[in-house]
């Protein structure tokens, strides 16, 4: 599986953003996707995952109720709407492919795309 995701940009706090993570092969429904983040000078963190299906997620503590993560197994794509972004969202954001379900560390996930940037401005 290779991942290309898109979408980042710069905004202000407050606004909002969808990124999208395009997946190429015919096996990205077998698939739970995720989306990680990495800050300048931190670890990358886990933001949101969701199952093969679509019927289940979870979300970091620090983005529930805020993000969403969703996916369209038609279209290959995985999506991570990002609304009321703050300041402290600001990193590259990654997604990813397990086979695990409900995955929350980097270890767990076998496939990852080239990152896109976020930026929020206060």
């Known amino acids: 599986v290779q991942l290309q995701a898109s979408g980042g940009g710069l905004v202000q706090a407050g606004g909002s953003l969808r990124l999208s993570c395009a997946a190429s092969g015919r096996t990205f429904s077998r698939y739970a996707m995720g989306w990680f983040r990495q800050a300048p000078g931190k670890e990358r963190e886990f933001v949101a995952t969701i199952t093969w299906s679509g019927g289940s997620t979870y979300y970091a503590d620090s983005v529930k109720g805020r993000f969403t993560i969703s996916r369209d197994n038609a279209k290959n794509t995985v999506y991570l709407q990002m609304n009321s972004l703050k300041p402290e969202d600001t990193a590259v954001y990654y997604c990813?492919?397990?086979?695990?379900?409900?995955?929350?560390?980097?270890?767990?996930?076998?496939?990852w795309g080239q990152g896109t940037l976020v930026t929020v401005s206060s």
């Open positions: 990813a492919a397990t086979l695990s379900v409900l995955a929350t560390t980097n270890r767990l996930y076998d496939y």
